[in-house]
């Protein structure tokens, strides 16, 4: 927001020294960015002060604001213009009308007719104000229209009357087809559900955005019509980016205005337009929508609040001063609490603290000591902090690095793997990212171009996982766990066993009494034989593959990647914090290997399922030995080696305890599976 001194000035006596005003502005909340004098195309020489405006503080985002601003700092009086304006001859509902169709995204309206005007230059004080904060003189009456956004923050439009179709405004959304060509000589495609102002055929502007060029003010214009309204500021951000088209109108309407306000700026407007440019005002104004109520809800202050967060005592009468100044209403008070209301032009006031704040940037940050003891509350960390804590620390032991990447990718990299299978995308469309603005519903496509990105620079076999939301859905009143999903996702040149490895591992070291099973998949993304569904418990926990060299491919990598995506709330779920003690075996093992020779359909699950079933109390563990196919095995079969440790907790176990627990083993794979022990 670029502020002129000599136009501040107008409203609030300012100290001599810029470099003090500055000052004060910058330490309550308004940094300032540089001022340097202005001289080229002024009559008088002036400062150009440029502040940066929060989002949450639109009433500075003109000239009005900053000066209440100063009158607090500096305890100066505050002259607002009365906006008193002359208004002679019919009144203005019956020269026009003003129908919203759309109330969602035009809220309220405000139309004036000034007839006869007489389109010319500015007189120079117009010029230098506008010229000073770096606006273009057009004429007259647009020049008002400029002066008085920058003046209070109120964008406004004048539209030259006589080129209104009907003389009539609509506020509507935008059909399917509809072009509009803007005052920058741009011809738009508006999208249906754009808000525009229409006259009785066409779009005559982009609501909020800018106007169009076949109703704007030329030299011919004798009639005017003036627009004050207030609109959605969803709407105004999603049009703006969608037609790549932002102005100072859109920028401020994007932060919302002073909706109390539209009329002081439609009748400020009017007032210097009749000053400057000459004409008639038609009696009233023409409006439509619903006007706020005329109070906003109150606020409750306690007191007492205000030395717990701040840390010094200020006096409740400091306080009250501090919240009169800055506009707001005492409604009521006792010796513990004050019940104030904000003003319109502040719409970030809403909470208690909203209001110590405000006291505190007013009385000043410098006054709060930076010794001023804190209480001090011992917190201890959540479920889900010691899972993610434990999950970083145990990959980077493995040898991985953490990366952070855009939840944004491309359609073509959305498309690229689907491990949960065809999802609806989720979009952003008034995202400034054209191209990336689809939801990643997977982590892997943004890990691959990141090792892509290595590979460039020199960094081969970059081993990375990350840790963020996928984006399955839109929500629809789906929890938070199933529609955006917190996952854990891996990308490295290990090869596929040594990577299953790694999450198997992870996972007993979170869950260690959860079982983790591991069921083929086959999937166009994978190389054959190297995709595989995991599960925690019976519950989907994710997916491990090696990705087919189509995928490395598209996403331009030259060595071998394997892959794995991990769904984080189960493993919080199942999460052990605390481990129990367990003392060491005091007797030996005694382990069997057992190669069995069974059909190509049975897969390792189901064999040690039947054998840790069967295997009795003294069966220890059971451990994949080997596989094997090739000659003296027929086509259609092949042979798993698995091996079985056996072990009791009080005493050495005898061979025949062994081999009975051995024969019932190869009797149930005998039975249930049809398995022969390999010669």
Request: hydrophobic share 40%; net charge negative.
């Amino acid at each position: 927001m670029i502020v002129s001194r000599r136009w501040l000035a107008d409203y609030v006596s300012l100290p001599n020294s810029t470099e003090e005003l500055t000052s004060r502005l910058t330490l309550s909340g308004l940094n300032l960015e540089e001022f340097h004098e202005v001289r080229q195309g002024l009559s008088q020489p002036d400062i150009a002060i440029d502040l940066e405006v929060t989002s949450n503080r639109p009433d500075c985002l003109g000239h009005l604001g900053i000066a209440r601003e100063v009158s607090v700092l500096f305890g100066q009086p505050l002259t607002i213009p009365a906006a008193q304006v002359s208004e002679s001859g019919p009144a203005a509902s019956t020269a026009t009308s003003v129908t919203i169709e759309c109330e969602d995204l035009c809220p309220e309206y405000y139309a004036r007719v000034i007839r006869g005007v007489r389109i010319g230059p500015s007189p120079a004080w117009l010029r230098d104000r506008l010229a000073a904060v770096g606006i273009n003189s057009v004429n007259n009456v647009v020049d008002v229209t400029n002066f008085v956004m920058m003046e209070c923050g109120q964008p406004l439009h004048a539209f030259d009357f006589d080129r209104l179709s009907g003389q009539r405004i609509v506020v509507r959304r935008a059909v399917a087809g509809e072009k509009i060509v803007a005052i920058d000589q741009k011809e738009y495609a508006l999208t249906p559900g754009m808000c525009v102002i229409a006259d009785a055929v066409r779009p005559v502007a982009v609501a909020g955005v800018m106007g169009g060029l076949e109703t704007e003010i030329s030299d011919s214009t004798v009639n005017v019509l003036i627009e004050s309204a207030v609109f959605a500021s969803m709407s105004v951000r999603s049009t703006a980016r969608v037609l790549k088209l932002h102005s100072p109108s859109s920028y401020r309407f994007e932060r919302r205005v002073d909706r109390r306000a539209l009329d002081w700026a439609s009748r400020r407007c009017c007032e210097l337009i009749l000053s400057v440019a000459g004409g008639t005002l038609l009696t009233g104004s023409v409006s439509a929508g619903q006007p706020l109520p005329p109070h906003r809800e109150s606020i409750t202050l306690r007191l007492d609040r205000i030395e717990r967060l701040l840390g010094i005592s200020i006096p409740a009468e400091t306080c009250l001063r501090i919240l009169r100044q800055l506009g707001l209403t005492v409604l009521s008070q006792s010796s513990t609490t004050v019940q104030v209301e904000p003003p319109g032009w502040r719409p970030d006031l809403l909470r208690e603290c909203d209001l110590i704040e405000e006291i505190a940037r007013i009385h000043g940050y410098d006054q709060i000591p930076t010794d001023a003891p804190l209480p001090v509350i011992a917190t201890s960390r959540t479920r889900r902090e010691r899972v993610l804590d434990t999950v970083r620390t145990h990959l980077v032991a493995g040898g991985l690095f953490e990366a952070l990447t855009l939840s944004f990718v491309s359609e073509a990299q959305r498309q690229l793997i689907q491990p949960f299978g065809a999802l609806t995308p989720v979009a952003v469309s008034h995202s400034s990212r054209s191209h990336e603005n689809q939801l990643r519903q997977s982590l892997i496509p943004s890990l691959l171009q990141c090792r892509r990105q290595n590979e460039r620079h020199g960094t081969m076999n970059a081993e990375l996982f990350e840790i963020a939301r996928v984006y399955l859905s839109a929500g629809e009143g789906k929890p938070e766990s199933t529609a955006e999903p917190l996952t854990i996702g891996m990308v490295t040149g290990r090869p596929f066993a040594q990577l299953l490895g790694l999450v198997e591992s992870t996972v007993q070291r979170l869950a260690p009494h959860a079982a983790l099973t591991v069921t083929p998949s086959v999937r166009p993304e994978y190389l054959p034989g190297r995709g595989a569904e995991l599960w925690l418990n019976g519950q989907r926990l994710g997916w491990i593959a090696e990705l087919s060299r189509d995928v490395l491919d598209a996403s331009e990598l030259q060595d071998a990647v394997s892959v794995a995506e991990l769904h984080l709330p189960l493993l919080e779920e199942y999460h052990e914090g605390s481990r129990s003690f367990v003392p060491l075996p005091r007797y030996p093992s005694i382990s069997r290997d057992l190669n069995f020779v069974l059909s190509e359909s049975v897969t390792w699950t189901q064999l040690s399922s039947v054998v840790s079933a069967s295997g009795g109390p003294l069966l220890a563990s059971v451990a994949f030995g080997g596989q094997y196919r090739g000659r003296q095995i027929d086509a259609d079969r092949k042979s798993y080696v698995i091996t079985c440790r056996f072990m009791a907790p009080d005493r050495t176990l005898t061979t025949e305890e062994v081999e009975h627990a051995v024969q019932q083993i190869l009797v149930a794979c005998q039975t249930q599976l049809s398995a022969t022990l390999r010669a």
